[in-house]
C-alpha cells in the first residue's frame, strides 16, 4: 500500500444557478492577458447542450483520455508514441478556435467619439484575436442562450446514446448548469501523452500543473485531455491548464471559483488513496465498474493502518487529520451522494458531482401531489423529468443504479428534514429506508445546507522542508501581491515564461530558447535546440 493525499472537490448541482461568478473571477486571476481570451479554466455548462468546447465528449472524435489495450492494458485513445509522432506537427484531433469559439469585445470608443448626429452609434463587436470586425455565433455557454433548442440538443455526445423519445422529452423538460474545472485526475492522460514532459502530477497535493520552461507547444495534452481542459496560448506558445489555485491551496485558503460561488455548492478537503491501485482500477474491463473502482482506491483516515502507512509515507499528520474532517470524503465515500465525471475516460477525475433532484420536487407539486411525501417521493426517482439516464451517462457510464441511490439518500434528507421543520413526528423508517439513521442523515443535510465556511474548506497549508528568506512562513497565497503567478500588472505574462524574441538561429535572445522553437531555420540538420528538454540542465 502506498498512500498518497489529493486536494479534491465536490460540486453540488442542486445549489448551482448558472450565474458564471465562479468562471468571471477564475479568468480575472488567470486568464486575463493576450493568448487566453478563450480559454476558461472555470466554466458552466447548460445541460442538455454540446459544452464547452463544442462535443468534447465525443472521444471517438477527439481521442481523448484512455482506452483498454489489446492485452487489457491502459493505451491513451490517441495512440501509442508512433501515432503520437506522427500527427506531431498536424493533429486532425485537436480542437480549433471555431470548437471554441472566437472571443470578441465591443468597439466602446465608437460610442465616446462619434459626432453627432440623427443616428445612435453602435458598438459593433470586434475579435481579440485580430480586432477585425466580427459576428457573433457562439460563446462559452451559448446552449444557454439557445434555450435547449432542438438543434442544439441533437448534438449533445450524452444524449445521442439516449432513444429518440427520452430526446424529445427531454426538449420539454428542463435544464441543470454544470459547472467545470480541471479534474486533477489520479490517471492523467495529459501528463502521459506530453512528448516533453511538461504536465506533472504534484505528489504533496495531486494538483496537475504544466512546467511552463518544459513545455514545447506541442499541444498533445489538449488533445489527450477527453474534458478538453488544456488550453494552448498562442501568445507563448504554451500549454496552460486550471492550476487549482495552488498559492491559495498552499497557503491553506480555498480555490477563488469556491471563494466566490454565490450558490456556496463548492467543498475542498483531501483524500487519501492507495496509489498501487490506481492503475488497476483504471483498468476494470467493464466501464460501469470504474465508479466502485475508483471507491476502492480511496483509504480510511481514522485505520490505524492507514495512517502509519501515510506516516512512512511522508504525509504530515495534519493533513492526515485535515483528511478526517474532509466534506469531500463524506460526500464521496460515507454519504455515497457524490459521483465523478464521465469515469469512461479511464483518467479517474477528483472534481466529483452531486447530482440534482429538485426537479422532481416541483414536478410532483405541480402535478397535485405532495412532494415531499417520502412514499411519493421514492416512487418518482424512476420518472424524473431529467432521466436517470442521462445523469448516469455523465456521471456513472450508464449505470443508473450508484446515481439513483445518491437521488434516493437525498430525498430520504427532505423528507426527513421537513418532518422535524414542520414539528412533525420523526419516523426511522426514512433514513432506514436508503441505509442511513436519523443521525447521519441530520449530519448531512448540515453539510449540503448549513455547512460554514470552515467546514467546507477544509485545506491544510502546504508542507514545505525549508522557508527559507524568499518563502517567510506567513508569507500567504502569492496571488494576493505583486510578483505572484496571478494576472496582476502590465507585466503579468512574465509569470508565465513569455518566450524571448527568437534569433535567426532559432534560439531566445539569452540563448535558452524558453520559448517556441523557430523550425523555418532550422538547417535540417541535427536536433535544434528548444525542441525538447535540455537534460544536462535539468540534471544540473
Not at 514532459?197 to 489538449?222: F, S
Not at 488513496?273 to 483498468?283: M, N, R, S, T
Amino acid at each position: 500500500m502506498r498512500v498518497m493525499s489529493q486536494i479534491a472537490m465536490v460540486m453540488n448541482l442542486d445549489k448551482c444557478i448558472g450565474c458564471h461568478t465562479c468562471s468571471v473571477t477564475c479568468k480575472q486571476t488567470w486568464t486575463n492577458r493576450e493568448g487566453t481570451e478563450y480559454a476558461w479554466f472555470n466554466n458552466v455548462e447548460t445541460r442538455p447542450g454540446q459544452g464547452y468546447p463544442r462535443g468534447y465528449e465525443d472521444q471517438e472524435k477527439w481521442k481523448g483520455g484512455w482506452r483498454l489495450g489489446a492485452r487489457g492494458g491502459l493505451v491513451p485513445r490517441s495512440g501509442g508514441r508512433a501515432r503520437r509522432l506522427a500527427r506531431l506537427f498536424a493533429n486532425p484531433e485537436l480542437p480549433s478556435l471555431k470548437d471554441y469559439y472566437e472571443p470578441w469585445t465591443y468597439d466602446y470608443e465608437t460610442l465616446i467619439s462619434a459626432p453627432l448626429g440623427d443616428d445612435l452609434p453602435t458598438a459593433r463587436p470586434r475579435s481579440l484575436v485580430d480586432g477585425r470586425p466580427t459576428a457573433v455565433t457562439w460563446g462559452p455557454n451559448w446552449d444557454d442562450s439557445l434555450g435547449g433548442g432542438p438543434d442544439a440538443l441533437a448534438k449533445d455526445p450524452v444524449l445521442r446514446s439516449m432513444s429518440e423519445r427520452v430526446r424529445l422529452e427531454y426538449e420539454q423538460a428542463f435544464m441543470f448548469h454544470l459547472p467545470r474545472i480541471c479534474e486533477h485526475c489520479l490517471n492523467p492522460s495529459c501528463v502521459a501523452v506530453c512528448p516533453s514532459g511538461a504536465l506533472y502530477k504534484r505528489i504533496e497535493d495531486g494538483i496537475v500543473l504544466v512546467d511552463q520552461d518544459r513545455c514545447r507547444g506541442w499541444r498533445m495534452c489538449v488533445s489527450g485531455c477527453p474534458y478538453k481542459k488544456v488550453y494552448f496560448n498562442h501568445a507563448t506558445g504554451k500549454a496552460e491548464k486550471c492550476t487549482l489555485c495552488y498559492p491559495r491551496v498552499e497557503a491553506g485558503e480555498p480555490t477563488v471559483c469556491s471563494e466566490t460561488c454565490v450558490g456556496r455548492l463548492r467543498y475542498l478537503g483531501v483524500m487519501l488513496y492507495d496509489a498501487d491501485k490506481v492503475g488497476e482500477a483504471a483498468a476494470v474491463p467493464d466501464e460501469r465498474d470504474l465508479y466502485q473502482a475508483q471507491l476502492s482506491c480511496f483509504l480510511d483516515p481514522w485505520d490505524p493502518v492507514v495512517v502509519r502507512a501515510a506516516e512512512e509515507s511522508g504525509i504530515p499528520h495534519d493533513w492526515i487529520t485535515a483528511a478526517r474532517r474532509s466534506p469531500v470524503r463524506d460526500l464521496i465515500t460515507t454519504y455515497r451522494i457524490a459521483l465523478p465525471l464521465h469515469p469512461e475516460y479511464r483518467t479517474l477525475p477528483m472534481v466529483w458531482y452531486v447530482p440534482p433532484l429538485s426537479p422532481v420536487v416541483e414536478a410532483l407539486t405541480r402535478d397535485g401531489h405532495d412532494g415531499e411525501h417520502p412514499a411519493v417521493l421514492f416512487g418518482a426517482i424512476d420518472s424524473l423529468r431529467i432521466p436517470l439516464g442521462y445523469l448516469a451517462g455523465l456521471f456513472t457510464a450508464g449505470d443508473t443504479a450508484p446515481v439513483e441511490a445518491a437521488l434516493c439518500r437525498l430525498a430520504a434528507m427532505r423528507a426527513h428534514m421537513r418532518r422535524i421543520n414542520l414539528g412533525e413526528e420523526r419516523d426511522p423508517a426514512i433514513a432506514a429506508a436508503v441505509g442511513m439513521d436519523e443521525r447521519s442523515i441530520e449530519a448531512m443535510y448540515r453539510l449540503l445546507a448549513v455547512a460554514k465556511y470552515e467546514d467546507r474548506y477544509v485545506i491544510p497549508t502546504t508542507y514545505v522542508t525549508d522557508t527559507g528568506p524568499d518563502r517567510p512562513a506567513d508569507a500567504g497565497c502569492s496571488l494576493d501581491r505583486d510578483g505572484g503567478p496571478g494576472m496582476y500588472g502590465a507585466h503579468a505574462g512574465e509569470a508565465f515564461h513569455a518566450p524571448p524574441v527568437p534569433s535567426a538561429a532559432g534560439g531566445g535572445a539569452d540563448g535558452t530558447l524558453r520559448g517556441r522553437v523557430n523550425l523555418l531555420g532550422w538547417n535540417g540538420r541535427g536536433r535544434p535546440r528548444g525542441l525538447f528538454p535540455d537534460r544536462k540542465a535539468d540534471a544540473r
